[in-house]
């Protein structure tokens, strides 16, 4: 028997909705996974952020508390680490996010003097990664075919020290109003060695770095976007 169409929608929603939302959970660097929350603050909560104006869009935050990590991972400059996304803590590859929530993918850094404790709000951010929509292809589905891994390059020309490593993901599924559109990133605490220090990134501000109505979040992504996806965030820096 069919369902009428209301309800066949309500009964999809509710399907799709089982393995909706997403979590940055563990880092991968140079072939070593390290556990779960290990230098990377966790919520127990998977929802998202969607107030681009709030503090908590730096490293995520209530209504979904993050847990304090007294890890700093270390990572080679110039070399390639893995953000592990899956939809709960207790998750597999194979449930990483609904792939109804299709949208981009990046990554920050945030040069700090105390990784554990800096809280990541405000300036001096830069951006190491920005992907978007190639030919029909959403950089959340790669990330989803991968089982989870969101490969990102650490560039080898920042300065050595202590930062904040920012990774996210962006569902643009309910994106066509104001509000809509569902962020989700954690902070990793990484030491990086090795960097020859040359950069001069853009800094950006967390919160500030995306207005409330760039037309890469107030997006209508099932209208065919016949002008193309404008990816939100700063300049990618490149060394």
């Known amino acids: 028997m069919k369902l009428p169409l209301a309800l066949n929608l309500v009964a999809t929603g509710l399907l799709s909705g089982v393995s909706a939302h997403t979590i940055f959970l563990q880092l991968n660097v140079d072939g070593t996974t390290y556990d779960i929350g290990h230098g990377v603050r966790v919520p127990t909560y998977d929802g998202p952020q969607t107030n681009v104006n709030a503090d908590v869009m730096a490293c995520n935050g209530p209504p979904n508390p993050t847990t304090p990590s007294p890890h700093i991972i270390p990572v080679k ?13 207790d998750s597999g590859p194979g449930d990483v996010m609904d792939p109804s929530h299709k949208g981009p993918v990046l990554a920050y850094l945030k040069k ?9 709000t405000g300036a001096g951010w830069f951006n190491i990664q920005k992907k978007g929509l190639e030919g029909s292809v959403w950089a959340t589905d790669e990330v989803i075919k991968s089982g989870g891994e969101q490969v990102i390059h650490i560039p080898a020309c920042i300065e050595d020290g202590q930062y904040l490593l920012r990774a996210e993901m962006i569902a643009l599924h309910g994106a066509g109003s104001p ?3 569902q962020f989700y990133m954690e902070c990793a605490q990484i030491e990086v060695t090795g960097g020859s220090g040359s950069a001069k990134p853009e800094l950006v501000s967390i919160p500030g770095v995306y207005p409330a109505n760039h037309p890469g979040i107030v997006v209508n992504i099932y209208s065919g976007l016949s002008n193309g996806y404008q ?4 300049a990618t820096l490149e060394c």
């Open 77 to 89: 400059a110039g070399s390639d680490v893995k953000a592990i996304w899956r939809h709960t803590l």
């Open 112 to 120: 700090v003097d105390d990784a554990t404790s800096d809280p990541g």
């Open 179 to 181: 509000g809509g559109a």
């Open 231 to 234: 990816t939100p965030g700063s």
